[in-house]
T-cell receptor, first 118, second 113 residues
Framework: GAVVSQHPSWVICKSGTSVKIECRSL??????MFWYRQFPKQSLMLMAT?????????EQGVEKDKFLINHASLTLSTLTVTSAHPEDSSFYIC??????????????FGPGTRLTVL | GESVGLHLPTLSVQEGDNSIINCAYS??????FIWYKQESGKGPQFIID?????DKRQGQRVTVLLNKTVKHLSLQIAATQPGDSAVYFC????????????FGIGTKLQVIP
């Protein structure tokens, strides 16, 4: 089956630094990738929709200048948390939608990245 | 289950019994629904899906029921096993545009051996 990877799987950083998280579709091409954030004991909240070669579409309340998304190729999207603060500590999950498939279950989720900001 | 703020509703089930996890969705225009299983520290895993023109779909040990009148989904797991312990999310899909997935609040399933 299709596999989506994320790197790193966990990261600890100091307040004020920037952190980049990568999302890769390993054996398929993805025109669209989604970024979610999940706080403990809560559901996944969509942050933004990322399309290859174009600007990401951010959900209401998500600061685009703080959460920079780049979808440079059909297999890679990156999320950069700029000037991270402790309140940005969360579990970040990406998903990738396979090109040329029309059924919605072809959206595959990555394993997540645990970010802790000290 | 009902939302209780920051605490996920929990369902405890004896091993071997059947489990029923419920979910209320919000958008009557959603035309596709998915149940996901999420184990601790991992991403969501697809379990089963159903389109809005259906009211029931069965998989291996799992059944999803859809009641569009009251905007309600349920996931039934037969002969629940310890490996079924996880958080279960229902999700509704906006099939227009980029097929955005909107997740429900989740239910934690605890299987008692």
């Amino acid at each position: 089956g299709a596999v989506v990877s994320q790197h790193p799987s966990w990261v600890i950083c100091k307040s004020g630094t920037s952190v980049k998280i990568e999302c890769r579709s390993l054996d398929f091409q993805a025109t669209t990738m989604f970024w979610y954030r999940q706080f403990p004991k809560q559901s996944l909240m969509l942050m933004a929709t990322s399309n290859e070669g174009s600007k990401a579409t951010y959900e209401q309340g998500v600061e685009k200048d703080k959460f920079l998304i780049n979808h440079a190729s059909l297999t890679l999207s990156t999320l950069t948390v700029t000037s991270a603060h402790p309140e940005d500590s969360s579990f970040y999950i990406c998903s990738a939608r396979q090109v040329a498939r029309v059924t919605t279950d072809t959206q595959y989720f990555g394993p997540g990245t645990r970010l802790t900001v000290l | 289950g009902e939302s209780v703020g920051l605490h996920l509703p929990t369902l405890s089930v004896q091993e071997g019994d059947n489990s029923i996890i419920n979910c209320a969705y919000s958008n009557s225009a959603s035309d596709y629904f998915i149940w996901y299983k999420q184990e601790s520290g991992k991403g969501p895993q697809f379990i089963i899906d159903i389109r809005s023109n259906m009211d029931k779909r069965q998989g291996q040990r799992v059944t999803v029921l859809l009641n569009k009148t009251v905007k309600h989904l349920s996931l039934q797991i037969a002969a629940t096993q310890p490996g079924d312990s996880a958080v279960y999310f229902c999700a509704e899909i906006n099939s227009g545009g980029y097929q955005k997935v909107t997740f429900g609040i989740g239910t934690k399933l605890q299987v008692i051996p």
